[in-house]
């Protein structure tokens, strides 16, 4: 018999996590607990699970003091599930990590543990946890305005289908045998994304890079042609090579743009993501910057984090944050893209690093940012290099090309299959 047979020709009882599971909530604590030396209790907080994936990482954990009140309970258990219990996202609130092992951690008060009965198999609840039937749950009791977190009342309501523990552990087996393949296909491929993105990092250096002795006898590596020594080029800053762009006035039009903020772009690939609309009425400070296609946006603040993006057509004629200074290349000088390339350089980083200011939020000035120095070949020559850039550019940073769109489709392969081996009805 197979796995499906088995499940379909199993009996099913529906119950309630609290009849199969023991729900409890995380210890709290106020600053005045918090340890600056990193010496107390170890406490994991929402951030220490990844949402993408539904396993722990220990990224930025919490240290609190020894004298601080913690239950035993609160600490972290082999066959513990942890989940999210409230965030301030609501794609946080309910993301879950399995902990395979005795833990010398806590989980702190916005989260929840949960433990089973000897009725239901912890690896079973995980998989449920993780799937459509308890993401539509969630969806369903969080649009009321009365609850804005997953306390006891929630969790315990919470109806789980509970097939005999033979079939339990079937289903465990196949999507457990089907996470680690999931892992280790992701791994292999991230390892190659990660690759090619040192690649792609080593030749924009590499092609960029006009002083360097090496640089010039291999850029044009692709080419037939040999560099020549006697080939033109101008170093000018970036100032002289863009042009001046204009700040939006709220009280000369009643327009509604949107509006690119600090935290729009993506860092990984340099994308422009979610945005707000904005008008006069709601605009979040007096000014903001216009924006044109082929613009090159660059944050100001924490610059040496490289936030930068192309403004295509989509976002033409639209509003970015004074945040980001905006280098409008003048086409009769500098391509576009030159420009988008020369800032990912570690030679361009260098620079940041050397030039901003602040300890809490560093940031540059958009005239600091523009006094940066670029070489100026020819625009063939600058076309020529830019085409070689952008063949990596989108092999590592594309979502719909790529290994990314590789990643995520391994991803939905296992949810695919989790749902069909977890599609039981209340019929069952």
Excluded at 422 to 428: H, K, T, V
Aim: charged residues 25%; hydrophobic residues 35%.
């Amino acid at each position: 018999m197979n796995i499906l047979q088995l499940i379909q020709n199993c009996q099913v009882e529906w119950k309630t996590l609290g009849e199969v599971a023991e729900y409890i909530r995380g210890l709290t604590y106020n600053k005045g607990n918090e340890s600056s030396d990193n010496i107390g209790y170890r406490v994991l907080r929402a951030n220490n699970i990844t949402l993408s994936t539904n396993t722990l990482n220990f990224d930025d954990v919490k240290f609190v003091k020894f004298e601080t009140k913690v239950k035993p309970s609160q600490k972290l258990y082999k066959d513990d599930i942890l989940i999210s219990a409230a965030s301030g996202s609501r794609e946080h609130v309910g993301k879950v990590a399995f902990i395979d092992q005795d833990l010398d951690y806590y989980f702190g008060g916005f989260m929840g543990v949960i433990r089973c009965s000897d009725e239901i198999l912890p690896r079973y609840l995980f998989h449920i946890l993780t799937g459509n039937l308890f993401n539509d749950y969630l969806n369903e009791v969080l649009n009321s305005s009365t609850i804005n977190n997953l306390n006891s009342r929630v969790m315990h309501a919470f109806k789980i289908p509970i097939p005999p523990l033979e079939a339990q552990r079937k289903i465990v087996q196949v999507l457990d045998n089907f996470t680690e393949l999931t892992a280790e296909l992701t791994a292999e491929l991230t390892a190659e994304l990660t690759a090619r993105k040192k690649q792609y990092e080593y030749y924009r250096n590499l092609l960029l890079d006009f002083n360097n002795p090496t640089s010039r006898g291999n850029w044009f590596f692709q080419s037939k042609k040999p560099f020549s020594d006697g080939l033109e080029v101008e170093w000018k800053s970036l100032g002289e090579v863009t042009l001046p762009t204009k700040n939006i006035k709220w009280k000369e039009t009643n327009d509604i743009y949107r509006y690119i903020d600090l935290t729009s772009v993506n860092r990984e690939n340099h994308s422009i993501g979610e945005t707000i609309e904005i008008s006069s009425t709601n605009a979040p400070s007096r000014a903001q910057k216009l924006i044109e296609k082929n613009d090159v946006i660059f944050a100001t603040t924490r610059p040496t984090q490289l936030r930068f993006a192309l403004i295509d057509d989509e976002f033409n004629g639209e509003v970015a944050s004074t945040g980001y200074c905006v280098l409008r290349a003048n086409p009769n000088k500098v391509l576009f893209r030159w420009i988008y390339h020369h800032l990912g350089t570690t030679k361009f980083k260098n620079f940041l690093e050397e030039n901003q200011s602040g300890s809490a939020y560093p940031a540059v000035s958009d005239s600091k940012v523009k006094e940066y120095v670029i070489p100026i070949p020819p625009l063939e020559t600058q076309a020529q290099i830019v085409a070689i850039l952008d063949k990596f550019d989108t092999l590592t940073h594309s979502i719909s090309e790529g290994l990314p769109r590789e990643i995520e489709l391994r991803q939905k392969q296992y949810e695919y299959y989790r749902e069909l081996l977890l599609d039981f009805n209340m019929e069952s």
